[in-house]
């Protein structure tokens, strides 16, 4: 069973748009969460990590973070083509190892 | 920029063949994962060394993989009988500790099974 939900599955913003991403986790022993961006044929690379209740801003991007729903989410201001990618939610606890959403598909229209 | 190395890039193998794949992580990276990003992007873990010793692996991994990281030495995995449903890409990545650091990972290396 999937730990980690992601939704929407693929979102369309148009350029300078807000594009707002979704994730959840049913395991109650995680304790942080990740958000990377995977550009298609690249790597995964974080972009914003969490861990306390509220929200936390870095540059046209912003996460927040429910610890009592284990709900988190991901705000992009003034999107760019630049931002079209694989956006994907990890989230994780004392042992390390990121369980993933299978991640949103973000493409920002020009 | 994430400086872990994955070789080869690509790797084409026929089933029942054995695969192997090396990671050399970032350099002060005691912490290696190993993860299998398949064509619908679903993520699995499969194992994680810190130095030389295994911390956490799926059951998966104690069958038909293994893995070791040795001293001065590359970290490998190894399907020692690929099967068609490994094909993926086999992400390797690297952080300074365990718990709640940022994994940076290398490019991978893409596994064909035919």
């Known amino acids: 069973q999937q730990k980690v939900q992601q939704s929407p599955e693929s979102l369309i913003v148009p350029e300078g748009g807000m594009a707002s991403l979704n994730c959840t986790s049913s395991d109650r022993n995680v304790d942080y969460f990740w958000w990377y961006r995977q550009h298609s044929g690249k790597s995964p690379k974080m972009l914003m990590?969490?861990?306390?209740?509220g929200e936390k801003e870095e540059g046209r991007f912003t996460v927040h973070l429910n610890k009592a729903s284990l709900h988190t989410s991901l705000h992009i201001r003034d999107s760019q083509p630049s931002d079209s990618a694989l956006y994907l939610c990890?989230?994780?606890?004392?042992?390390?190892?990121?369980?993933f959403g299978d991640g949103t598909v973000l493409t920002v229209k020009p | 920029n994430s400086k872990v190395i994955q070789t080869p890039r690509y790797l084409v193998k026929g089933q029942g063949q054995k695969a192997k794949m090396r990671c050399i992580p970032e350099?002060?990276?005691?912490?290696v994962f190993w993860y299998q990003q398949n064509k619908n992007n679903e993520f699995k873990f499969l194992i994680n060394?810190?130095?030389?010793?295994?911390?956490?692996q799926i059951d998966m991994t104690e069958k038909r993989f293994s893995a070791e990281c040795p001293s001065n030495s590359p970290c490998s995995l190894e399907i020692q009988s690929s099967e068609a449903g490994d094909s993926a890409l086999y992400l390797c990545?690297?952080?300074?500790?365990?718990?709640?650091?940022?994994?940076?990972f290398g490019p991978g290396t893409r596994l064909t099974v035919l």
């Open positions: 060394f810190q130095n030389q010793e295994v911390l956490q």
């Open positions: 990590s969490i861990f306390s209740n």
């Open positions: 990545a690297s952080s300074l500790s365990r718990e709640y650091a940022e994994q940076f």
């Open positions: 350099k002060g990276h005691p912490v």
């Open positions: 990890a989230a994780s606890m004392y042992t390390g190892k990121l369980t």
